[in-house]
């Protein structure tokens, strides 16, 4: 795992690529390397759910791991649930922002409205202006 400390988000996304392919081949090596891939900062929900799965076929799998794996599992299911957590606020934040955004776009709008009609009630009050100049010049 500290070999994945500043890596590149690409370079992240080329691993997890090539140790899913591995996953084919049940070796347990491969799904510890995936499941450790999971729990990087970098990894979406998506993965941390998929390392969860892969975790859960190796404890049914090895039974006699699961006392020693059950630190690691909780970790993966806490760390799941965070992500949960974090894309619903996600997803709150990203609706009230565009909420907020049509907002703004509605009152610009109506600001620009009040601009065209106090520019043109500033005409017709300097056109009365002139119309009252006219009449006492008369």
């Given at each position: 795992?500290?070999?994945m400390?500043?890596?590149?988000?690409?370079?992240?996304?080329?691993?997890?690529?090539?140790?899913e392919?591995?996953l084919?081949n049940?070796?347990?090596?491969?799904?510890?390397?995936f499941v450790?891939?999971?729990?990087?900062?970098?990894?979406?929900?998506?993965?941390?759910?998929?390392?969860?799965?892969?975790?859960?076929?190796?404890?049914?799998?090895?039974?006699?791991?699961?006392?020693?794996?059950?630190?690691?599992?909780?970790?993966?299911?806490?760390?799941?649930?965070?992500?949960?957590?974090?894309?619903?606020?996600?997803?709150?934040?990203?609706?009230?922002?565009?909420?907020?955004?049509?907002?703004?776009d509605?009152?610009?709008?109506?600001?620009?409205?009040?601009?065209?009609?106090?520019?043109?009630?500033?005409?017709?009050?300097?056109?009365?202006?002139?119309?009252?100049?006219?009449?006492?010049?008369?």
């Amino acid at each position: 795992m500290n070999e994945m400390q500043g890596i590149r988000h690409d370079d992240f996304e080329a691993r997890v690529r090539r140790a899913e392919k591995k996953l084919a081949n049940g070796n347990d090596l491969d799904q510890l390397h995936f499941v450790c891939l999971s729990l990087n900062e970098k990894a979406d929900y998506e993965l941390v759910k998929k390392g969860g799965e892969v975790l859960a076929e190796y404890l049914e799998r090895h039974p006699d791991a699961r006392q020693d794996m059950l630190g690691l599992s909780a970790l993966v299911k806490r760390l799941g649930s965070a992500e949960i957590c974090s894309q619903s606020t996600r997803k709150k934040l990203v609706d009230e922002k565009n909420k907020l955004e049509k907002k703004v776009d509605s009152l610009t709008n109506s600001l620009e409205q009040e601009q065209v009609r106090a520019q043109d009630l500033k005409s017709q009050i300097e056109q009365l202006k002139n119309i009252e100049n006219i009449i006492k010049d008369r």
